[in-house]
């Protein structure tokens, strides 16, 4: 093991994770399987468009229904909602849809105070196609959510935030890259933690030398889908890609889909099954759930198997309806499941 | 009776129905039975707010969802669901929610030409409590749709509907109230049907003079709720105020929520119980898309009672799950229901 000694901050932490990622409305709508075919959507994926294609898509769409979303931002969302406080820095412009994203955000309990861009393009949005079998395929403008440099990591949120926990979408621009190295210096100046969600194969693959950097140099925590981890590592199995993530970083969360996952911290390691769901409407926001429950209980000191229960539990939750944030109290949810935080 | 005889047209209609009404963006938020009483927000009605207090309510809502509305464009949504071929008139602006508007109602497959106003007032947008009853209690900033006057009516459109179906909603300013006298004009100077949705009681009580003469003078088809019928004849029954009603409009609807509907057609009579619900989750939408499927049935030349089945099978699906329109195709579901048209 190489990985950094778990830090002990000088003062607690007033933000228990602060969440730095793209800021995104979800526009969403039910299609059958041939709607991914017709338009060469790639099912399961994440995929960048321009204004021009994001416009087409919309087109083709039928009635659609707007919620806010953002991989990490429904992380914090979720984190609000088991009862934690957390905070969140991203991009939106000053127009509708920001403003949806700035009271949805707010409304449930988050901190948000990056600024609206006064000019340029408008807010992000990601047009989910949820097929028949849950599956959500998702194609998204990023606006100017993709402006995120720098000068937008406040340093009294992310020295403040127990963990700093940064969204591998938004790491495609060279700005936004550093942006994430900055926020990973401020955090580890405050002995304060730096975790990372992989996102999507498709970023990894984009990226996979900076992330590479990335993961090695600077992150604490790691959470990523078995497949992003293999496609991290060039390693052809889980556990492999597993092992190698466990060495560079002090704790490792695999997900696993129906599998549930394995959490990995030092020697540590413990396995956990997936929640059972009723019925499996909507996938989108499933990993960003279980990454909420995860942080929240790292950062209330719970044990790692509390942690893992805690994000089974909040995934489960998210993927039983439509759309990607909680949609009943999870703090009551996870009374009613047994666990007294 | 001294009701207009029902006309024939010179040919046959392109559209089956014609809407004009406010064009809305619902904000959508589930919220306790004190929300309401902390900000004196009247349970069951439509108040109108300004944008300021659009935006105070707005900043109180927890996390919402944003749908697109609007009493009578609902309606056409329902009947474009059913198989027909329906037209919109209402104003949106060349913003954000206006697009979302023109998406959602173009992709149900309505015709909506009016074009986006470029200066003005924003989009309009109904802020919609929904409490643990159901129950949906609505503040609605009306925005530009507010605007709406007699050169928005497109004579091509009404003089090639079957029914031109006018929302009570909109009859707050005096340009509208001249646009509805436009509408039905061009409506019977074509050999149409003008019909009229009482939309509210409180909007019945801002203009029943208004109300009486357009109702007495205009409309071939009357639909309301018994509160709104009592409410404009200014009669302490229902039966009373639906007698006064039949004596003034060739076909009265009169719904009862879960007591089912009255309808008459100039002799003929038929009473309907509600269809079956598994489980009322929000009432958005059900006198719309009761409206929606009666008005439908009597453009397709079906019996009365055909009729009333066809809007309380519409109605009992939009209130068996969250927003204004359907969810799920209406034209399978009514040969689901062994009708077939």
């Known amino acids: 093991m190489v990985t950094r000694p778990v830090p002990t901050p000088a003062s607690p932490a007033l933000y228990d994770v602060c969440s730095v990622g793209n800021a995104i409305v979800d526009v969403i709508a039910e299609c059958p399987d041939s709607f991914l075919e017709s338009y060469g959507i790639t099912k399961g994926a994440m995929t960048l468009i321009d204004e021009t294609r994001a416009d087409f898509l919309y087109q083709q769409f039928g009635p659609a229904v707007e919620m806010s979303g953002g991989s990490v931002a429904n992380s914090v969302a979720g984190i609000a909602g088991l009862g934690g406080h957390p905070a969140y820095i991203g991009r939106v412009k000053d127009d509708q849809l920001g403003a949806i994203f700035r009271h949805d955000l707010t409304a449930s309990g988050v901190h948000f105070s990056t600024p609206p861009a006064q000019a340029g393009a408008s807010t992000g949005r990601c047009l989910i196609v949820v097929t028949p079998d849950a599956q959500r395929s998702m194609s998204t403008y990023l606006g100017v959510a993709v402006d995120l440099s720098e000068k937008d990591i406040e340093p009294q949120l992310v ?12 790491f495609d621009k060279p700005e936004a890259q550093k942006a994430f190295i900055k926020a990973g210096t401020l955090a580890h100046a405050a002995s304060r933690r730096l975790a990372l969600s992989l996102s999507d194969t498709f970023c990894v693959d984009r990226h996979r030398a900076a992330f590479g950097e990335l993961v090695r140099d600077h992150v604490d925590i790691l959470l990523a889908n078995e497949f992003e981890l293999m496609a991290l590592y060039c390693l052809p199995t889980f556990e492999e890609a597993f092992a190698a993530a466990r060495a560079q970083c002090s704790i490792v969360v695999g997900t696993r889909s129906e599998k549930g996952a394995v959490i990995a911290a030092g020697d540590e390691l413990v396995s956990l ?20 429950g995860f942080l929240f209980g790292l950062t209330q000191g719970c044990p790692l198997s509390t942690c893992g229960r805690l994000g089974a539990i909040a995934a489960a939750e998210v993927v039983s309806h439509y759309g990607p944030r909680p949609q009943e109290s999870l703090k009551d949810l996870i009374h009613r499941k047994g666990i007294q935080l």
Do not use: H, K, S
């Open 273 to 292: 099954a997936a929640e059972p769901v009723a019925r499996v409407v909507d996938t989108t926001g499933a990993g960003d759930l279980f990454a909420a």
């Open 159 to 170: 020295g403040n935030a127990a963990v700093t926990f940064l969204e591998g979408y938004l």
